[in-house]
């Protein structure tokens, strides 16, 4: 015999009486009448079949006295909620108002308290709002939710996986992504051969071949139809040629060289269709090449970080941020080798106090930032680590649906693209890359450097020309010194202004002997040119800021130096006498600067005095190699009682 009793189904048998199941339960609906409330079983449970649906009564009572199964959800409305916000720009910001008492009064104002303006109205909730101390981090934001603090919190607040697995977020209230920020670089960029970018190496060099065949053609044209350059030497010729073909060719023609030949007139036009070209394709990208250097920046994007561009020690990153998540997982593996920053007030300093080049910004905020508060900060390529921003709240919130459907129903009807524009794209900063900039000094810096070395070498070339017509004219005026080969033994003149010492070493040593000497001279200059060279090199690499190649600089070096080689003794010996000013100045100007440096070392004073006299031995050898093939001259035919100082100090 089977049958429901109190406590759960009951059976019977012929020896015993057993329960069938351990549990049985009903859910019961409570259903108001109108002299009481009936209560009506709607789910039963049972260990074997656990919850079904009573069978006996289907007819369910619902809130609101109706039989309707509900579909709604757990509302807002009239609940007080306790909203904790962030103090960020723009979102959140503290804004002082005078009341009309004449009293000063804060209040919120930004994206975030325009958005709980907006939910209130649909929601119908009691705000309490609450400003959230500085000193919290946004990955503690996380903890007040777990610790009910407060209901919810709204701000710039990235939805990470990481937060995700202890709290919730609603749907997005704001599409974000980081941004490299950093600071402005200068529309100045120092270059010295930036006048020559325009065209490439090996057009220059194209270019210069053309000059010098054209040159060849036109000797051979012209040498024999021009009459004051038939008894010119060829070289002459060539180097009338050359300016002739060099002024063509940059458009401004030569009036001292006329062509008269058919083959040097059809050559003559082939250089004004050439000039015509070059000349306008040299202009064109040197505009080019001068409006790309206002805006060229160090880094073009975030792949330059990836590359190692920018030093990880002078990357700063926001602590307790997805952008830190982001460089520990995308760019460093897991090292925390970046430059801490404790806030954005602190990134904001540190970039313009050049501690860090670039740190990553929400994009957002970033925008806002850079366009109004910060003019001399930008944002640098496109956007990466793209995420949204969500009001964080409890898990298994009961009010998270009303809360996301309400959010939805303001992005369709376009609010919070209303609130974005509103508090996102105002301008404050102008833009520099707007408003037309003239070209400054350092940007043709390097062509002026290049016209400036040819002026020197033009007045040395001027120099040179004038030393040599008063050379002729005052051989011609002077008279004879000496009388005869007795004046040169008595030593009337000195050894070292006969002009024949190697002649005379030549015949003093013997052939082999002046070789080896001469040998010795031809190493010991070409050493110390090379040191000189190089020297040199790195100095204009200094005064330019690093910017200037080694390289070049000992080729400018070794021409100038060729070049003078070429000017005469005269100017040569005048240089010598007064080559020591600028030195001793440089000296003066060293020590000076850096005197703060010195150390008060003491000398060691137990140097043997063998080490010392070998030193010193060593130093006049080397300084007299080069009075060594003229030593046996100025030894036999000077006079005994002189002094040899006066023949080798001048010379040393």
């Known amino acids: 015999m089977r049958f429901l009793g109190v406590s759960g189904p009951i059976q019977f048998n012929i020896n015993t009486t057993d329960r069938i199941n351990g549990s049985y339960y009903f859910v019961q609906n409570i259903q108001s009448s109108s002299n009481r409330l009936n209560f009506i079983p709607v789910l039963k449970y049972s260990e074997q079949d656990h919850w079904q649906e009573y069978s006996e009564v289907n007819k369910i009572i619902w809130p609101g006295n109706s039989s309707i199964l509900p579909t709604g959800r757990a509302k807002l409305d009239g609940v007080k909620l306790h909203i904790g916000v962030i103090e960020s720009v723009p979102f959140t910001m503290i804004s002082t108002i005078r009341n009309e008492f004449g009293q000063n009064t804060t209040k919120l104002i930004g994206y975030v308290p325009d958005l709980i303006e907006l939910l209130q109205n649909k929601m119908k909730f009691i705000p309490n709002i609450g400003l959230i101390s500085s000193n919290q981090t946004y990955a503690s934001l996380v903890q007040l939710i777990e610790d009910h603090v407060y209901d919810i919190i709204i701000g710039d607040v990235t939805i990470t996986t990481t937060r995700r697995g202890k709290i919730d977020f609603s749907n997005s209230i704001f599409n974000n992504s980081l941004h490299i ?121 975030i792949n330059d970080i990836k590359n190692g561009k920018i030093l990880s020690n002078r990357i700063g990153i926001l602590v307790g941020t997805a952008s830190e998540d982001y460089y520990l997982r995308e760019i460093s593996g897991g090292n925390r080798n970046y430059y801490p920053l404790k806030s954005r007030q602190e990134m904001y300093n540190s970039l313009l106090n050049n501690i860090i080049d670039v740190s990553f910004h929400d994009a957002g905020v970033a925008e806002y930032v850079t366009n109004n508060i910060y003019c001399d900060l930008t944002l640098i390529g496109e956007g990466f680590d793209q995420g949204a921003f969500g009001i964080l709240i409890p898990k298994q919130w009961l009010y998270d649906q009303d809360l996301d459907v309400n959010i939805l129903s303001l992005k369709e009807l376009g609010n919070l693209d209303t609130l974005r524009r509103k508090w996102f794209q105002v301008k404050k900063c102008s833009d520099s890359s707007e408003t037309p900039r003239a070209i400054e000094i350092e940007s043709l810096s390097g062509l002026f450097i290049v016209f400036g070395v040819i002026c020197v070498l ?98 400018i070096i070794a021409i100038i130096t060729m070049i003078i080689s070429f000017i005469g003794y005269k100017w040569i010996h005048i240089y010598e006498r007064y080559s020591w000013i600028p030195v001793f100045i440089g000296y003066c100007i060293l020590a000076g600067v850096g005197a703060k440096y010195f150390t008060n070392s003491e000398m060691d004073y137990f140097i043997p005095c063998e080490k010392k006299s070998n030193f010193n031995q060593k130093f006049f050898d080397l300084k007299s190699i080069k009075m060594r093939q003229f030593s046996s001259d100025s030894n036999q035919i000077n006079n005994q009682k002189k002094l040899i100082l006066i023949d080798f100090l001048p010379t040393n």
């Open 458 to 555: 033009s007045l040395l070339l001027f120099a040179s020309y004038t030393a040599n017509l008063a050379s002729e004219l005052t051989i011609s005026k002077r008279k004879n010194v000496i009388s005869g080969i007795n004046d040169i033994k008595n030593g009337k003149i000195l050894s070292n202004r006969i002009g024949i010492l190697v002649v005379f070493s030549r015949y003093s040593w013997g052939y082999y002997g002046a070789s080896i000497m001469s040998i010795v001279n031809v190493m010991s200059a070409i050493g110390w040119a090379a040191v000189n060279s190089i020297t040199g090199a790195q100095t204009l690499r200094v005064v330019f800021n690093d910017s200037f190649p080694i390289t070049v600089g000992i080729i």
């Open 181 to 301: 920020i950093m600071r402005k670089t200068s529309d100045i960029n120092f270059d010295l051969f930036a006048f020559m970018k325009p065209l490439s190496f090996k057009l220059w060099l194209l270019i210069l071949g053309v000059i010098i065949f054209a040159s060849i053609l036109f000797c051979l044209f012209e040498r024999e139809n021009i009459d004051p350059y038939k008894e010119k030497s060829i070289i002459y010729l060539c180097a009338m040629s050359i300016w002739y073909v060099f002024g063509n060719l940059v458009g401004y023609g030569v009036d001292s060289f006329h062509t008269e030949t058919p083959g040097g007139r059809l050559l003559t036009a082939g250089l004004y269709i050439l000039c015509l070209v070059l000349v306008a394709s040299y202009t064109a990208n040197l505009a080019s090449e001068l409006t790309i250097s206002k805006t060229k920046n160090v880094i073009s994007g």
